[in-house]
């Protein structure tokens, strides 16, 4: 029994780093995902704002990749233990794992403004501004709920 008991506690022991290793991946992985997000973002405002040329094919390709991003399962990404409460450099609310039905409802959201801004990106600057509105929006509207401010 001892011997048992003294087994369990070294596996506890040794699993705990691995665990917070996990959860500290999973931060660095969601982290990565948005600057992806948003370095998409900069190329279509900066060419919708007029502050960048505009170019098809760049359009095309930031918008593709905005999409693509969106499809990346957030099962991973989420774990519980990984919210600002309980982790320094996470800016998501604990509020995210008590409301996930609605967190990722708002991400099939953002990934619905993501595909319509791929139909149109590449076929001309004035068809950048609104649907980055509709990217905003869905962005915003998880953002206001769910995650802390700077």
């Not at 600057?35 to 960048?52: E, H, S």
């Not at 953002?110 to 076929?123: H, S, Y």
Request: proline residues 3%; hydrophobic residues 50%.
């Amino acid at each position: 029994m001892k011997t048992a008991f003294a087994a369990l506690a070294a596996i506890a022991v040794l699993a705990t780093p691995a665990l917070a290793q996990d959860v500290s991946g999973a931060v660095k992985a969601r982290k990565g995902q948005f600057n992806i997000l948003a370095l998409n973002l900069g190329v279509l405002g900066g060419m919708a704002r007029g502050t960048v040329d505009y170019d098809a094919a760049a359009a095309q390709a930031a918008a593709d990749s905005i999409v693509h991003v969106t499809k990346l399962d957030q099962s991973n990404l989420w774990p519980a233990g990984s919210d600002q409460m309980s982790i320094d450099g996470s800016r998501a609310l604990p509020v995210i794992w008590e409301k996930t039905d609605d967190v990722m409802a708002k991400w099939a959201a953002l990934g619905e403004a993501a595909v319509k801004m791929a139909e149109v990106a590449g076929t001309g600057k004035d068809a950048l501004g609104p649907n980055l509105g509709a990217i905003g929006g869905a962005c915003k509207a998880c953002h206001d709920t769910y995650r802390a401010p700077e």
